[in-house]
């Protein structure tokens, strides 16, 4: 057995799991500096959370995503939260905005 409780060659590799890692946060990270971006006012007129809500979300999912293994429930849990503000919020909030959809 290996230290992370399973046999030789089950789950993923460290080196994998680290990617992962490392890619998840980048992505909580950009739905925060996302957030911070955006005007106050267009979240409710997309009819989304308000901005401090999302800003706690995304907060919160990127201090998860430091601390937590991003296959552990923590983990995936903060990064519903950060793929929801990315492809739901984001382009209402866009929208409104006159942004269209580009990325």
């Not at 490392?22 to 992505?27: A, D, F, K, S, T």
């Not at 919160?60 to 929801?84: D, K, N, R, Y």
Request: aromatic share 6%.
């Amino acid at each position: 057995m290996r230290g992370n409780g399973y046999p030789e060659g089950v789950g993923l590799s460290d080196g994998l799991l680290s990617i992962l890692s490392l890619v998840l946060l980048v992505v909580h990270a950009w739905a925060l500096i996302d957030c911070v971006t955006r005007p106050a006012n267009g979240f409710p007129a997309a009819g989304k959370l308000t901005k401090p809500a999302w800003l706690g979300i995304t907060g919160v999912a990127l201090a998860i995503g430091m601390i937590f293994s991003p296959i552990g429930i923590l983990g995936l849990a903060a990064t519903v939260a950060s793929i929801v503000y990315l492809v739901d919020v984001r382009p209402a909030i866009r929208e409104i905005q006159g942004g269209g959809n580009r990325w």
